[in-house]
């Protein structure tokens, strides 16, 4: 069952996700960075080494996006905790007043 409850954890655990995403990714390049020159001087090793660095790039652009993806899917996962919860509040009141009418 949905509940404004299991809806927050939801959120909440793609928020996790995100920083989780955001800081391995973090990581590896600073794991990278301190590898220093891995492919030599010579003009094949300074072509990988380009080719790596662009690879490297696009990897880390494709976490900063998927991190800001679920960020964003959090809000929204939120958003619709509060008015799931908002709804829920709203039938309680329902109920409560048929209660009292009979």
């Known amino acids: 069952m949905v509940t404004h409850s299991s809806l927050a954890l939801s959120g909440t655990e793609l ?17 990278l960075a301190a590898l220093g020159d ?6 094949v ?8 660095g ?6 880390l652009d494709r976490c900063a996006d998927l991190a ?3 960020q964003a899917d ?4 939120m958003a619709r905790s509060a008015i799931h919860r908002e709804a829920e509040l709203d039938t309680v009141t329902v109920v409560e007043r048929g209660a009292l009418d009979v």
């Open 45 to 52: 090793g300074a072509t990988i080494g380009r080719l790596d």
């Open 38 to 43: 891995r492919w030599g001087s010579g003009e």
């Open 74 to 77: 959090s809000g929204k996962v």
């Open 15 to 31: 928020s996790e996700v995100a920083r989780a995403v955001t800081g391995e990714a973090a990581r590896l390049q600073a794991d």
């Open 54 to 59: 662009a690879v490297l790039r696009l990897l």
């Open 68 to 70: 800001e993806l679920h």
